[in-house]
């Protein structure tokens, strides 16, 4: 079994706010869409049952992060790729051989506070946070350490 493992997922908060997450069935969605093969590769090969997750609200006024969530149900094949009326459709991505993956996750809870990002990016000890350093990927890694130190920043 691997330790534990930490994320942050982006979604622009008109699309997919942490607060429909909220209304969602169970609290839980699946986390679609994602067309880029790193994040990808991270949501088919690492992010697992139990993971925490920094909800991030990109693309918004301002941006940063909303709530939190965990994963419940590891990496399987995005059907939103095999669907042509899905404005997440991809031609080349077939049911036997699927090229894009998406997760389950589940609310755990909203953050006491927003965090922006020009507050994050404030903070002493998340200076190597890939969402600091201008990485634009929908999910990304958080190391044990950051995501103690966004938890305690947000007062939890």
């Known amino acids: 079994m691997t330790s534990k493992q930490y994320w942050l997922l982006k979604s622009e908060a008109e699309c997919f706010s942490f607060n429909d997450l909220l209304k969602a069935p169970k609290q839980t969605t699946f986390w679609d869409g994602v067309r880029n093969y790193q994040a990808r590769n991270f949501l088919r090969d690492r992010l697992q049952p139990g993971d925490g ?3 991030y609200h ?5 941006a940063g992060v ?3 969530a965990e994963v ?4 399987y094949p995005d059907h939103t790729a095999f669907d042509s009326k899905n404005p997440h459709f991809d031609p080349k991505s077939k049911p036997d051989s699927p090229t ?9 809870k909203a953050l006491p506070r927003f965090l922006s990002l020009a507050e994050l990016k404030a903070t002493k000890g998340l ?3 890939p ?3 201008n990485s634009r990927l929908s999910v990304q890694p958080v190391s044990e350490g950051e ?3 966004v938890l305690k920043l947000a007062g939890l």
């Open 58 to 62: 990109s693309n918004g006024d301002p």
């Open 53 to 55: 997750v920094l909800f």
């Open 127 to 129: 200076e190597k946070m």
């Open 66 to 68: 909303a709530g939190l």
């Open 147 to 149: 995501w103690k130190i």
């Open 72 to 75: 419940v149900r590891a990496g």
């Open 131 to 133: 969402l600091l350093n």
């Open 100 to 108: 894009w993956y998406m997760v389950d996750i589940k609310a755990v």
